[in-house]
């Protein structure tokens, strides 16, 4: 009875070890609390004796960022979401980041975890969801899969949402660079207008910057990939330590977020938010990069960070 009554806010603690390094995931969520390479924090995470704010280390199912009004259209039919974000009047990051995820596999340097999606306002169909972490000798690596184990076809999207960290108090001396030649103007709801190329603006990250005091929370696409088909966003001091964000070709956009915005003042600018997506934010009305998983599908997608390079 002891130990139920001083559960953390986020569930059950899993470690995973490899080397130097170390992750925490959480029960909650299967999010990523904290990970370290040695004494160096890697991300901007959380305690254990917190609740985790500004979707530090959370994955988004069945959409990533915000959906308008709550609202969509999906084969003829009219949904409803409860909004989540009431100040904009929308619904973000989808449905399964505060709920209960098992615990289906652990070892010294790996986990995984699974969650249903049963259906509820506004989504009436049924995902099988698994989320695997790994930690090897490249750093750390998160696979998120989704099977439609529901009997229609149904709208589906994730993304991931990790802070970087150089370790700086804030971010603004730190140099950050992000391949995307094309990003999202935003209205005040943080929706999409259109498409704009980055070239003369302050999005424009494609070469090594320093951040500075630059304000940024929009969606880029259009990413430059490396040979080995991934693309990589890093965060780096001169002279100093440096992380890499990679994310598979499952993810054409990468939300780039400085936490200007967050409601607590404390943890404004003291990450990256680095996002990686497949599809575009308000996609389920857009249709932009939006999946359509028919019963028995499955999607998976891959990212992880480099905290060596």
Known sequence: MEEMMNRAPSGSQHELRHGGQRAVVTEVGAGLRSYMAGSRPVIDGYAETERCTGARGHTMIPWPNRIKAGKFRWQGAEHQLDLTEPAAGGAIHGLTRWASWGLISRGEGHASFGNVLYACPGW??????????????????????????????????????????????????????????????????????????????????????????????????????????????????PGGPAVTLWADAAYPYLEIFTGDTLPQPGRRRTGLGVEPMTCAPDAFNSGDGLITLEPGQSHRASWGIDPHA
């Open 124 to 237: 009436p169909w049924v995902l099988d969801c698994r989320i695997d972490y790994v930690l090897d000798d490249a750093g750390l690596g998160v696979t998120t899969t989704a099977t439609n184990i529901g009997a229609g076809a149904c709208p589906y999207g994730t993304g991931a949402h990790p802070y970087l960290t150089v370790g700086t108090e804030t971010i603004d001396r730190a140099q950050a660079q992000v391949p995307g030649s094309v990003y999202l103007p935003v209205d005040d709801a943080g929706i999409p207008t259109g498409r704009a190329a980055v070239e003369a603006t302050r999005y424009d990250l494609r070469t090594k910057q320093v951040l500075g005091g630059r304000k940024i929370d929009v969606t880029y696409t259009e990413l430059a990939r490396d040979g080995d088909g991934l693309a990589r966003v890093g965060l780096s001091l």
